[in-house]
T-cell receptor
Framework: DTGVSQDPRHKITKRGQNVTFRCDPISEHNRLYWYRQTLGQGPEFLTYFQNEAQLEKSRLLSDRFSAERPKGSFSTLEIQRTEQGDSAMYLC??????????????FGSGTRLTVV | AQRVTQPEKLLSVFKGAPVELKCNYSYSGSPELFWYVQYSRQRLQLLLRHISRESIKGFTADLNKGETSFHLKKPFAQEEDSAMYYCALRDRYGNKLVFGAGTILRVKS
């Protein structure tokens, strides 16, 4: 499968625990995005990387959230001290951007987080 | 602020009937608009983008800057078109997509 992979597919955690999700983008893609989607809503932007640099973070990304893309390949999204409001689908997408041209997002299947 | 509005949560039509999924946006500048689709148990995928001016699976969408709309249309709905459809706008810097809340399209036989 040469698409965007996300792991795990599902995660159930107790409130207050830390969780980490992983995203493996398409190998030649230089941009990687994290989105969050709650029931009845469209995906909401969290953050994105160009190569290993994190270039933008949404105000939705509180101090409890941190994302990394250490070698410009895979990325991790960590949520510390989870709260019930963090329950959502976390989507990763990647794209190839060259100059002003962007060849479109490819989305992963997402990680569904349930905080109990 | 950039915003995308999809006024209908659910659109139900009969097979063979025309379909129009509405999308309105607010954006100061030249927008870049997209339609994404998510079929049951599949990942979100690009359906079409306004700059391509193409028809995909019989769907078309025209950007109307005067009405700030980008409605998705298909003359004859098919059962396999049943899915969740999201309209999205790319921000002025071309860095991220802003999505609407989505419209479920149900095509009945």
């Amino acid at each position: 499968d040469t698409g965007v992979s996300q792991d795990p597919r599902h995660k159930i955690t107790k409130r207050g625990q830390n969780v980490t999700f992983r995203c493996d983008p398409i190998s030649e893609h230089n941009r990687l995005y994290w989105y969050r989607q709650t029931l009845g809503q469209g995906p909401e932007f969290l953050t994105y990387f160009q190569n290993e640099a994190q270039l933008e973070k949404s105000r939705l990304l509180s101090d409890r959230f941190s994302a990394e893309r250490p070698k410009g390949s895979f990325s991790t999204l960590e949520i510390q001290r989870t709260e019930q409001g963090d329950s959502a689908m976390y989507l990763c997408a990647s794209s190839l951007r060259g100059g002003t041209e962007d060849y479109g997002y490819t989305f992963g299947s997402g990680t569904r987080l349930t905080v109990v | 602020a950039q915003r995308v509005t999809q006024p209908e949560k659910l659109l139900s039509v009969f097979k063979g009937a025309p379909v129009e999924l509405k999308c309105n946006y607010s954006y100061s500048g030249s927008p870049e608009l997209f339609w994404y689709v998510q079929y049951s148990r599949q990942r979100l995928q690009l359906l079409l983008r306004h700059i391509s001016r193409e028809s995909i699976k019989g769907f078309t969408a025209d950007l109307n800057k005067g009405e700030t709309s980008f409605h998705l249309k298909k003359p004859f709905a098919q059962e396999e078109d049943s899915a969740m459809y999201y309209c999205a706008l790319r921000d002025r810097y071309g860095n991220k997509l802003v999505f609407g809340a989505g419209t479920i399209l149900r095509v009945k036989s």
